[in-house]
């Protein structure tokens, strides 16, 4: 089937494959030999650099970005009983964070220019139950902080920021994930920089970061990694039931680097946007809208919207074609309303959310990231005109 395609690319782009340079791999090389692979002085070099990076005064490395959210959300004081209102335009992680805490999660519907949540759906959500919100800032760009901070204290709610996608997203000059209670961050293969799996909390509160630590690591008392270390076994104490999150030295070592190189990859990305948004802005297609004023949107997942009547051919026909043209493409996401699981446990159906249920059925994610070289992103442009023209 493949071989009748006209046009077609050599071999696959995968989607979102991360660029690994030779400083992380003799990094994780020296950590190998080392003999300590676990948590120990890299997660803490790297965490040190990130507060730097985002300018918060506290983290802690997680080995993702769900047990961050999850730890935050414990820290925040949510559990059974409790409402968090979060959008319904985002990774399953989000939500079912929410639900390990034995707390209801509650859906908002999105803005369809941004695919953020709406202000005014999370205004309207709010019950004497709710206790937190947890906004999203979708593939990179912020949300409107101010009017969900006004919300959050007008009746006095937790905000945690999912930072999954905007590691360098700003909002009115300060970073993503410093706005709020906590931030989290991922660094799954896919996104802007990359641990392999890992995360990070960011909090004001050092005694939050202090908290999300031991429950990190079994719930053992402060530092209980160091037992092994060269200052002599420390017995330590079980002070809460935690759980096994931590983010290894290996991790790390891939982090320190990538972190070091944040700045030249979102160069990069914003390159390839600027080359997508004029190859695409004459189709039949949406694309994204530009950044928000006194903004800086991180560039995570460049998006074409495929309307069907429009483009005279469906969303996932569009994403067959490109596989069969070899460029791997994806979707961020289905709208969370859309899956059997939630409609179950919440009685939640997809016309309740229209906005994010519209994203949800056309959104194509197409690669955007610092290992594409100009002939991958040349292949990209092709592949998606040829799937257009081709009705
Ligand atoms: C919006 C969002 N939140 C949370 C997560 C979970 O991140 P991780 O894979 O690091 O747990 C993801 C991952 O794709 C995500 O896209």
């Known amino acids: 089937m493949k071989q009748e395609v006209i046009g077609r690319r050599e071999s696959f782009l995968v989607f979102g494959a991360p660029l690994i340079e030779e400083e992380e791999i003799d990094e994780v090389v020296r950590t190998l030999r080392s003999g300590w692979v676990g948590t120990g002085p890299k997660v803490g070099r790297f965490e040190q650099a990130f507060r730097n990076f985002v300018g918060a005064p506290h983290a802690a490395a997680v080995n993702s970005c769900t047990a961050a959210l999850h730890l935050s959300l414990l820290a925040s004081g949510i ?27 509650v859906l908002a ?46 009746h006095g709610l937790m905000v945690i920021e999912d930072c999954a996608h905007a590691i360098e997203t700003e909002y009115h000059g300060r970073k993503a994930g410093t706005f709020g209670d906590f931030g989290c961050f991922s660094f799954y293969v896919t996104k802007n920089i990359i641990t392999g799996e890992g995360g990070m909390v960011v909090s004001k509160r050092e005694d939050d970061i202090a908290r999300i630590k031991v429950l990190a690591l079994h719930g053992m008392s ?27 030295d290996l991790q790390a070592s891939l982090g320190i680097h990538q972190l070091a190189r944040v700045e030249r990859y979102h160069a990069r990305r914003s390159e390839i946007w600027r080359q997508y948004d004029a190859a695409y802005s004459g189709l039949p297609v949406g694309i994204p809208g530009p950044p928000e004023k006194h903004t800086r949107h991180a560039l995570h997942l460049y998006t074409l919207l495929i309307d069907g009547d429009r483009c005279g051919m469906s969303r996932d026909r569009f994403l067959q074609e490109m596989t ?3 460029i791997g493409v994806g979707v961020h996401y289905l709208c969370i309303a859309e899956h059997p699981f ?35 992103v040349a292949d990209v442009i092709f592949a998606v005109h040829a799937c257009l023209d081709s009705n």
């Open 222 to 248: 402060k530092d209980a990694w160091k037992r092994f270390g060269d200052e002599g076994y420390k017995h330590y104490q079980v002070t809460d039931c935690g759980f096994k999150y931590n983010m290894m």
């Open 79 to 105: 559990g059974p009983g409790d409402e968090v209102i979060t959008t319904a335009m985002t990774f399953c992680a989000t939500v079912n964070a929410i639900i390990h805490t034995g707390a209801t999660p």
């Open 109 to 154: 519907d999105v803005d369809p220019a941004t695919f953020n949540i709406d202000p005014e759906q999370v205004r309207r959500k709010i019950t004497a139950r709710t206790r937190a919100i947890v906004p999203v800032h979708f593939a990179g760009r912020p949300c409107d902080m101010d009017a969900l901070l006004a919300i959050a204290a007008e």
């Open 324 to 326: 069969q043209r070899n």
């Open 342 to 376: 939630y409609q179950r446990a919440f009685g939640w159906r997809p016309e309740q959310v229209p906005n994010a249920t519209g994203i949800g059925r056309q959104t194509v994610s197409l690669p955007l990231g610092p290992k594409l070289s100009d002939d991958d």
